[in-house]
C-alpha cells in the first residue's frame, strides 16, 4: 500500500511540476528594436542636402560615438542631372544610391525616404502642397517614434536670401511638426496600437517619443548673421580618432555625389592635401563656414541656445517662449482690419509662435532674391472678419525702373480673411549691373479710405537666375 502512494505521489509531482515551473518563470515581453535608435535623426529634403551638415555629423559619429540617422523628404527627381543622361524616375533611384553611399562612408546605415515630390521654387506652401504634407509627417512621426532620436536636424523653416529652397524650408516644416506630435499619444494612435493574437496582426505597436533638441542649418547665402544662434563647432580641427580635420571627412562623403556636382568633385580629386586645404579654408571656395553654427530651434527642457548640442537632455522642461517680431510681441486680432505680408512669409509668422520658435531668426524687414526682369509677387493676408464689406488703396514706392502692375482699389468679400497678390515688374539688367546689384526696398501701401492699414516692405536682390518665387 505505501509503495503504491509513494508511486502515485511521485506521479503527481512529476505532472504538477512542469506547471509550477511555467508558472514561475517570468516572460519577457520583447522592447524597442535597439539597431534603429538613433541619437541624431538629420531630416533633409533632398539627396545631398545632408552635407550642409557633414562635419559635425562626423564629430558626432566618430568622435563623440553617437548613432545618426536619416531623413529624406524627396529622391531628387527633378533635379539636374550633370554626369549622364538620366531624369525624372531614373534620376531619383541614382540619387538615392548616390546618399545612401554617402551617408554609409560616415557610418551611417539607416537611411529612409519620404515620398515628398521634388519641387524646385522658393515658396514653403508649394513644397507642402506637393509633398503631400499630412501622409508624410505622419511617416515622419513613425520614423521618429521608431528611431527615438534626442537630437533633430534640419533645414531651417524661414525665407533668407540664398538658394531659399522650398523643399528645404519643408524639411524644417515638417520636422518641427514632428517633433511636437510625436511624444503625444493622441496624435496618429495607430502607430501605436499593438498587435492582436487574431486578425489584428498589421497593428504597429510603437511608443510615444519625445526627441529633446532641435536644431537647424541655413541654406541663405550669408551665414555670419546666425552666428551666435546655437552652438559652434570648428570644422578644421583634427579628429582624434580619425587623424584628419572633420571637414576632410565631410568631402569624402560629398564625393558620392556625381549627378550633382560631377567638374567640381573630380577637380577636388585631383588636388593634393595642401590644395584641397587652402580651397576649403577659402571663404569664397569653401563649401562650409567655419566654425559650422548649427541653429537652436528649441529644447524640450530648458537649456541656452549655444549650449552644447547633448548638453541638458534632461532638467526641467521648457515652457514656450514669447514670439517677437521685429522687436514687438505680435498683436492679436481685433476688430479693425489686420493686413500683413502673407505667403511663406505670413505663414512663417504663424508657425513660429504655434510651435514656440521664438529665438529663430527672422529676416528683418523679409527678403526674397529673384530673377531679374521677372514678376514680383508680394502676397497680402487681411484679417477682417468683424468687417465683412471692406474697400482697400494700393500704391506704392519703388526703386527706379520697377513698376506696380497691380496697384489701385480693391473690394473684399465678405469673409473672415482674404489673400490676394500685388504684382510688381522688375527691370532687366545689363551684366554691369547685375555684377554691382544690391538688394532693395519695395513697398506696398495698404489704406482704407484715408486711413494707412499698412506698409508693407520686402527686401528684394535681383539676380540673373534662381529658382522662381
Given at each position: 500500500m505505501m509503495k503504491c502512494l509513494r508511486s502515485f505521489t511521485k506521479w503527481m509531482f512529476l505532472a504538477i511540476f512542469p506547471l509550477l515551473a511555467t508558472a514561475q518563470t517570468t516572460k519577457t515581453i520583447p522592447g524597442a528594436d535597439d539597431r534603429f535608435k538613433a541619437d541624431i535623426l538629420v531630416v533633409v529634403a533632398h539627396p545631398d542636402d545632408e552635407g550642409a551638415v557633414t562635419p559635425y555629423l562626423a564629430r558626432a559619429i566618430y568622435d563623440l560615438h553617437k548613432r545618426v540617422a536619416v531623413v529624406y523628404g524627396t529622391h531628387g527627381g527633378s533635379g539636374g542631372n550633370s554626369y549622364g543622361k538620366e531624369r525624372a524616375g531614373a534620376l531619383a533611384d541614382i540619387r538615392e544610391i548616390e546618399a545612401r553611399d554617402a551617408c554609409a562612408r560616415l557610418g551611417i546605415k539607416n537611411v529612409w525616404f519620404l515620398d515628398g515630390k521634388d519641387t524646385a521654387s522658393q515658396n514653403v506652401l508649394n513644397s507642402l502642397a506637393s509633398w503631400g504634407h499630412g501622409e508624410n509627417l505622419e511617416k515622419l512621426v513613425q520614423l521618429i517614434r521608431l528611431t527615438r532620436p534626442d537630437v533633430i536636424i534640419s533645414s531651417l523653416p524661414g525665407v533668407f536670401i540664398g538658394e531659399d529652397h522650398g523643399d528645404h524650408q519643408a524639411a524644417g516644416v515638417l520636422s518641427t511638426e514632428a517633433f511636437d506630435l510625436a511624444g503625444d499619444p493622441a496624435v496618429f494612435p495607430s502607430q501605436l496600437a499593438a498587435a492582436m493574437p487574431q486578425r489584428e496582426i498589421y497593428q504597429e505597436n510603437?511608443?510615444?517619443?519625445?526627441?529633446?533638441?532641435?536644431?537647424?542649418?541655413?541654406?541663405?547665402?550669408?551665414?555670419?548673421?546666425?552666428?551666435?544662434?546655437?552652438?559652434?563647432?570648428?570644422?578644421?580641427?583634427?579628429?582624434?580618432?580619425?587623424?584628419?580635420?572633420y571637414w576632410r571627412l565631410a568631402i569624402n562623403a560629398a564625393m558620392t555625389h556625381l549627378t550633382q556636382y560631377p567638374a567640381e568633385i573630380h577637380a577636388l580629386e585631383n588636388l593634393n592635401d595642401t590644395e584641397l586645404q587652402k580651397r576649403m579654408s577659402d571663404p569664397e571656395t569653401g563649401w562650409w563656414s567655419d566654425p559650422e553654427t548649427l541653429i537652436f530651434g528649441k529644447s524640450f527642457y530648458v537649456s541656452?541656445?549655444?549650449?552644447?548640442?547633448?548638453?541638458?537632455?534632461?532638467?526641467?522642461?521648457?515652457?514656450?517662449?514669447?514670439?517677437?517680431?521685429?522687436?514687438?510681441?505680435?498683436?492679436?486680432?481685433?476688430?479693425?482690419?489686420?493686413v500683413k505680408l502673407g505667403g511663406p512669409w505670413g505663414f512663417y509668422d504663424d508657425f513660429r509662435k504655434e510651435h514656440c520658435l521664438g529665438t529663430l531668426p527672422v529676416a528683418n524687414p523679409p527678403e526674397i532674391a529673384i530673377k531679374e526682369g521677372s514678376q514680383?509677387?508680394?502676397?497680402?493676408?487681411?484679417?477682417?472678419?468683424?468687417?465683412?464689406?471692406?474697400?482697400?488703396?494700393?500704391?506704392?514706392?519703388?526703386?527706379?525702373?520697377?513698376?506696380?502692375?497691380?496697384?489701385?482699389?480693391?473690394?473684399?468679400?465678405?469673409?473672415?480673411?482674404?489673400?490676394?497678390?500685388?504684382?510688381?515688374?522688375?527691370?532687366?539688367?545689363?551684366?554691369?549691373?547685375?555684377?554691382?546689384?544690391?538688394?532693395?526696398?519695395?513697398?506696398?501701401?495698404?489704406?482704407?479710405?484715408?486711413?494707412?492699414?499698412?506698409?508693407?516692405?520686402?527686401?528684394?536682390?535681383?539676380?540673373s537666375g534662381g529658382l522662381p518665387q
Amino acid at each position: 500500500m505505501m509503495k503504491c502512494l509513494r508511486s502515485f505521489t511521485k506521479w503527481m509531482f512529476l505532472a504538477i511540476f512542469p506547471l509550477l515551473a511555467t508558472a514561475q518563470t517570468t516572460k519577457t515581453i520583447p522592447g524597442a528594436d535597439d539597431r534603429f535608435k538613433a541619437d541624431i535623426l538629420v531630416v533633409v529634403a533632398h539627396p545631398d542636402d545632408e552635407g550642409a551638415v557633414t562635419p559635425y555629423l562626423a564629430r558626432a559619429i566618430y568622435d563623440l560615438h553617437k548613432r545618426v540617422a536619416v531623413v529624406y523628404g524627396t529622391h531628387g527627381g527633378s533635379g539636374g542631372n550633370s554626369y549622364g543622361k538620366e531624369r525624372a524616375g531614373a534620376l531619383a533611384d541614382i540619387r538615392e544610391i548616390e546618399a545612401r553611399d554617402a551617408c554609409a562612408r560616415l557610418g551611417i546605415k539607416n537611411v529612409w525616404f519620404l515620398d515628398g515630390k521634388d519641387t524646385a521654387s522658393q515658396n514653403v506652401l508649394n513644397s507642402l502642397a506637393s509633398w503631400g504634407h499630412g501622409e508624410n509627417l505622419e511617416k515622419l512621426v513613425q520614423l521618429i517614434r521608431l528611431t527615438r532620436p534626442d537630437v533633430i536636424i534640419s533645414s531651417l523653416p524661414g525665407v533668407f536670401i540664398g538658394e531659399d529652397h522650398g523643399d528645404h524650408q519643408a524639411a524644417g516644416v515638417l520636422s518641427t511638426e514632428a517633433f511636437d506630435l510625436a511624444g503625444d499619444p493622441a496624435v496618429f494612435p495607430s502607430q501605436l496600437a499593438a498587435a492582436m493574437p487574431q486578425r489584428e496582426i498589421y497593428q504597429e505597436n510603437l511608443n510615444t517619443w519625445q526627441p529633446k533638441k532641435l536644431y537647424f542649418f541655413a541654406d541663405a547665402q550669408d551665414d555670419k548673421q546666425f552666428a551666435g544662434s546655437g552652438p559652434a563647432y570648428s570644422i578644421s580641427e583634427v579628429s582624434p580618432s580619425q587623424k584628419k580635420p572633420y571637414w576632410r571627412l565631410a568631402i569624402n562623403a560629398a564625393m558620392t555625389h556625381l549627378t550633382q556636382y560631377p567638374a567640381e568633385i573630380h577637380a577636388l580629386e585631383n588636388l593634393n592635401d595642401t590644395e584641397l586645404q587652402k580651397r576649403m579654408s577659402d571663404p569664397e571656395t569653401g563649401w562650409w563656414s567655419d566654425p559650422e553654427t548649427l541653429i537652436f530651434g528649441k529644447s524640450f527642457y530648458v537649456s541656452k541656445p549655444t549650449a552644447d548640442v547633448f548638453a541638458n537632455l534632461d532638467g526641467k522642461p521648457a515652457g514656450c517662449l514669447d514670439l517677437y517680431v521685429g522687436g514687438q510681441i505680435r498683436d492679436a486680432v481685433g476688430a479693425a482690419p489686420q493686413v500683413k505680408l502673407g505667403g511663406p512669409w505670413g505663414f512663417y509668422d504663424d508657425f513660429r509662435k504655434e510651435h514656440c520658435l521664438g529665438t529663430l531668426p527672422v529676416a528683418n524687414p523679409p527678403e526674397i532674391a529673384i530673377k531679374e526682369g521677372s514678376q514680383l509677387s508680394v502676397p497680402i493676408d487681411v484679417e477682417h472678419r468683424d468687417i465683412p464689406a471692406l474697400t482697400l488703396n494700393l500704391s506704392a514706392d519703388l526703386p527706379p525702373g520697377w513698376t506696380l502692375l497691380s496697384g489701385g482699389t480693391y473690394a473684399l468679400p465678405g469673409e473672415a480673411r482674404t489673400t490676394f497678390r500685388v504684382e510688381i515688374a522688375t527691370p532687366v539688367l545689363s551684366g554691369a549691373a547685375l555684377k554691382t546689384a544690391k538688394p532693395e526696398i519695395a513697398t506696398v501701401h495698404i489704406k482704407d479710405g484715408e486711413k494707412t492699414l499698412a506698409d508693407i516692405r520686402l527686401k528684394v536682390w535681383l539676380r540673373s537666375g534662381g529658382l522662381p518665387q
